[in-house]
């Protein structure tokens, strides 16, 4: 009975023995199981938000492990010095060397490429092929497809300046099917736009390349025709030369529709290499319909101050140009030397001797800010080759004196302006030519000389008023009126006294000069301009 008792117990507690053993392996194969799974999880995250995945490669270098910010910068770092070495041109037998970031530049768009090194890395590859290539260090290699876009705006005028004695010579422009134009290219030797695209798919094609050498054959001098989209980036009438534009304050209906119909007119003109514009013979008809009312041309003066100073930035030659006699108050939105008045016989004409066509753009728009707002710009198919700065020199001022008249209608206390004072003011205005590769200046030109005649006020007073400091007040002669609500229309001035108001148009009939009554051309090697001028 004792030796079965024995039996019996032994066998239990080899069966709890046992148990425990098998309880110890069940834990330790499900927290086997957690923890790998956790693991598993934890290395799925890692590798799905760890930046650019190991193996992708941009120029040659591997950006594996790059945190997406540290990788932008990256590319940037490495497509400058892979793209940065000179690039030789060679034309006939001469060779002209472009150094970045001098003579040209390129973009690359980093946050699309960092988006695609990190799209890259994870196509086709699972959590175990991650484990697998991180374990023998052995990651298959994927290129980060290469893309690089030359800045055309700034390389072309560099290559303007730099070859201007072999780029295209001239380009001229017509209006085709509606809202596209027709450019041809008269030249015997290159294209700027065939040029900057070699330029540009040598940079694409061969990054690594140590002597970027391109290669430049002459055109035929037929030149070549292509219809562009007329606002396209690339070829089109996308470059805005100069442009001006001021509000309108209190104009009357009638010049209003003057300046719609004549902005109309002009807007969308183009003016090829060689032709001459006159703003008198392009609005005739809008001139003839005002005829009935006075022949006011008050619309057509401000819509020619508008057009003034871009002409000069654009280049264009001044062939006339006609001053105002007064400075007046009403030409506050121009600065003495760049107005143009527009009355009978006057004209604002210009002659395009550059090698482009312009674009001339006007609008009378509605700014619910400001109100009217007329607004002036010349466009074209490219840069000048030449940079353009307009300067003032000093102003001379020759001020007004007050004339004094006794008027018997006016009341003690009382005064009246007959005649409002304006200051006289002389300017010369010059025009700087500016190499824009080394900030040279080429040459200096005065583009007018504007004097504006000086005119004294007149004030009306009463008999017993007497100015501080004048001895003798001048008496108006005629019989004493009787007093009425407008004294100033019954006024005798007297005899042979013209009212300097009857001709105080702001932007009309005043008599002017034009700009070809002296000489406005600088001769060779010799600067026109005055010593005390700053310009």
Known sequence: ????????????????????????????????????????????????????????????????????????EAMENIATSSLSR???????????????????????????LTAQAIRLGKVDRSVKEHILHWINLDYPQVDLPFNVKLNRAFTQSSLMSVLSDVLEHRVFARHAQEGQVELQYLSDEIGVNELLDRIEKSLNESPHELRREIHIDP????????IVPIDDEREGFSVTLASKSFTLELIDPLTYDLIVQSSGVIDGTLVNPGETFSLAAA??????KWRPYGGTQIGLGYLASCMYEPLLKAGAKILRRDTHKNFVRSLAFVEPGFDAAMGANQDLKFLNDQKIPLLLKANLGSDPRVGLKLSFSIRSVQKLATEVRIHTG??????????????????????????????????KVYRI???????????????????????????????????????????????????????????????????????????????????????????????????????
Do not use: C
């Open 433 to 535: 030519l500016i190499n824009r590769t080394d900030g040279r200046q080429i040459s200096k030109e005065i583009v007018n000389d504007s004097r504006y005649a000086m005119q004294n006020a007149v004030v009306l007073v009463p008999p017993d008023f007497v100015p501080p400091g004048v001895e003798a007040i001048e008496v108006a002669p005629g019989p004493r009126p009787v007093p009425s609500s407008d004294p100033l229309t019954e006024f005798d001035s007297g005899p042979g006294y013209e009212d300097p108001t009857a001709s105080d148009d702001p932007l009309g009939e005043h008599d002017g000069y034009s700009v070809d009554e002296y000489d406005a051309t600088s001769r060779d090697g010799e600067e026109l301009y005055d010593s005390g001028d700053s310009y």
């Open 219 to 226: 055109r035929d001098r037929g030149g070549t025709k292509k």
């Open 394 to 427: 000093r102003v001379s001022k020759d001020p007004f004196e007050t004339r004094w008249m006794r008027d018997p209608t006016l009341r003690r206390g009382e005064e009246r302006v007959k005649v409002p004072g304006i200051e006289g003011i002389g300017v």
């Open 283 to 288: 609005t005739t008809d809008a001139r003839a």
């Open 1 to 72: 009975m004792v030796s079965y008792n024995r039996r019996v117990s032994g066998f239990r507690s080899g069966f709890h023995g046992r148990r425990g053993w098998i309880d110890f392996i069940i834990v330790g194969v499900f927290t086997s199981l957690i923890l790998g799974s956790v693991f598993y999880l934890l290395l799925m995250i890692y590798f799905r938000s760890a930046g650019v995945p190991h193996g992708v490669y941009f120029l040659g270098q591997d950006l594996g492990g790059m945190s997406a910010s540290y990788a932008s």
């Open 86 to 112: 000179p690039i030789y041109l060679h034309y006939k037998n001469r060779i002209w060397v472009l150094r970045y970031p001098k003579h040209f530049r390129f973009e690359i768009d980093t946050r699309d």
